[in-house]
């Protein structure tokens, strides 16, 4: 049994931003060797969340909308009346969304669909510089 | 320390179809003699979700309203704009739910409420064959 | 690679109080020696959930609020009609919110923005004794 431990580096614009971090994700998982292990990337952040989506342009609109709807920009949120940083919403669509996702790997590869990303969405108000830690324990491929 | 490896065979009728998974995973745990341990279930696909409920018809049916209230079936959705699939809805909810769940294994048994089920939620607008990927890693029963 | 388990219990004041484990997940890992290493929080029951936030009043009101949007207390719940509990609302949040949130060490510290809390969120219609369950598997600090 190892331990493996990665990061991944992102720019991004802010306001639901929505990345996709499956092929670096991928690479850390191909590039460490893995057969058969479980691992956890998290994000450091409040208003920064994790979770798997099909990346394609239709479903981040309607994930940004979505959200939108839920936790709206502009609306009065406490926080916003108290720091005056005006990016309530984005706590709240954050803590709902949560900053971590749970991975498997198999056979020496990343579990998922076809058509499921793992994706990286910033709420923030702003452009932000954003790190995701990643971390694997499991066999090395191929497995004893 | 030890890996183990499971999956779990679902035929659902989707249109968010609730499933039981608890039996499953208990049954796995105790096959494999975990003592302390903790492990990942993991959905393939991006209609799909996993979290735990009170599994009894009344917040299964709750939590079906709760989902149709967030993302309706039947609204206006860029995915089903491009893609005509018509399951749009089932994409937002899965985001929201998550396609992983994080449980632990505590003196041989599968930490959980009296009353806390865990369950995958199948939001795609046709029955689906799914699998649930199960992988725990710790230390045998007795432990040493 | 090692395994430890632990425990937070708290005294919660039930409809949709956020208590802060940060210190107590801290204190644990400290304890424990973790160089490096995943872990899972869990806490059992169908009325609880766990997250992460910045832990200051005005994000924690307006994340009561929004999630008072999202299924209110008072509203007709199948569950209640059932049971009588009068806590549908509770079940609804919580399985939005997770039971569980997965944690990183590394370097022998856990992984967390400055102004990012663990909190624990209990839905329950009354004040509750909780347990949220800790565990991690790593390996020791400093790393061999």
Redesign the interface.
Known sequence: ???W?GRIELETRGHADVLDLTAEVERLVAGWGIG?????L?V???TAGL????F????V???RE?LER??PGGAA???????GDGN?HA??R???????????V?DGRL???T???FVLCDFDNRPRRRRV?V?A???GHPEP
Do not use: K
């Open positions: 049994m190892r331990i431990n058969s292990g479980q691992g956890t998290f450091p952040g409040s979770t798997t989506v099909e394609e342009p239709g479903v609109q309607d994930l979505l839920l936790a949120y406490h926080h916003d009346a108290a720091w309530g706590h709240l954050a803590a709902l969304i949560g900053p971590n996702l749970g991975f498997l198999r579990v998922r669909g058509w499921q990303q830690l971390q324990i499991g066999t």
